[in-house]
């Protein structure tokens, strides 16, 4: 089959290799008919090089048909269709009982110390090959799988696999009050469905911040107040407060983790990591703080105080210095976390209609052949060519 795998930083390309094979009887083996590229695929792009090994297929959003399962598959048949969820998780486990996918104990990478393992995603997760491929081995095949009607084109699902249920839970996570205020840091495709998700469930301002012109059109469509932080920079918090009363708002969504702008030094230590060998890469980043916490501080700054910060921004350094004086001082209530993708689909399910309240079947800026995916890696990582959302078809 064809896939989508790193060579090195800054470097993917389309190969050959063995078709996934059935390894347990509860897998199943899918035919992907789409599948995203995510903003944090761009972290394995230019930062997490180190945990990764060349030939690793990428890719955590995929949906497609299925087209063989193993002996103990009951629930599903070759031909049913249905997205794949970013977690590896059973289902039945401890903290899959609780909702907390992203937790699952049974795929919890221990020897890593981390969390669920994730399709196409490091050695830190499990390095379990992922989606960006024609063809994905899915454990768990009576559980995992997320089935979906046929009949609809692949947006109006897709987006279950991770960008709806991360910002979903990130409003879920930030706590807005009846017809309150938020503020949305980043308006890729986790802010932006953010911002939507906010107004759907009745926040009565919803500010975007970010610094590309294409989003910041995109969400003023939707009814965001948006703030430029070209224009607005150090000044961000002020101009949040002049919004809110003086306050700030009641709760921030950070959507944008390590990609952050400015912090000149954390930038430079991301790109050194990325040219070590991987072994001493690894262990600085294991043991360092290299994120760009230019959102984190805009986040608290602009939260008012006794009110909540969702963190749904990825973070990769492990001893980032935070500004815990101040997030005392202001009572500020953090939650944050790998999504747990099977327990918001419940909630979820029920708005992809033909009505669309959450604009999904319009959200993908560029449809493109999986041959093109080198060359879509480059331009997202650029923002350029109004790339906001892309999903790749195999």
Known sequence: MRALTYQGKRDVTVETVPDPKIEQPDDIIVR?????????????????????????ILGHEPMGIVEEVGREVTTLSPGD??????????????????????????????????????????????????GQAELLRVPFGDSLPIQVPQGPPDDRFVYLSDVLPTAWQAVEYAA?????????????????????IAQHRGAGLVIGVDLVPDRLERASAYGAKCLDLRRYGKDLGDAIRELTDGRGTDSVIDAVGMEAHGAPVAKAAQWAVGLMPDALGERLMDRAGLDRLSALYAAIDAVRRGGTISLSGVYGGSADPMPLMTM????????????????????????LTDDDPLGVDTFATHHLPLEQGPEAYRTFQQKTDGMIKTLLIP
């Not at 309150?180 to 890729?188: C, D, N, S």
């Not at 005392?328 to 708005?351: C, E, S, T, Y």
């Open 328 to 351: 005392f001082d202001k009572q500020i209530q953090l939650r944050m976390g790998q999504a747990n993708v099977k327990r918001w689909v419940d909630d979820l399910l029920p708005l």
């Open 176 to 196: 807005i009050p009846p017809g309150g205020t938020v503020t949305v840091l980043g308006l890729g495709p986790i802010g932006a469905m953010a911002a939507r």
């Open 81 to 130: 269709r249905v997205v794949i969820p970013f977690n590896v998780s059973c289902g039945h486990c401890y903290m899959c009982d609780r909702g907390l996918h992203s937790q699952c104990e049974t795929t919890q990478v221990r020897e890593r110390g981390t969390g669920a393992s994730l399709f196409g995603y490091t050695k830190l997760y499990g390095q379990i090959p992922g």
């Open 32 to 56: 992907v008919t789409s599948t995203g590229i995510c903003g944090s695929d761009l972290h394995l792009y230019e930062v997490l090089g180190p945990y990764l090994d060349p030939g690793d």
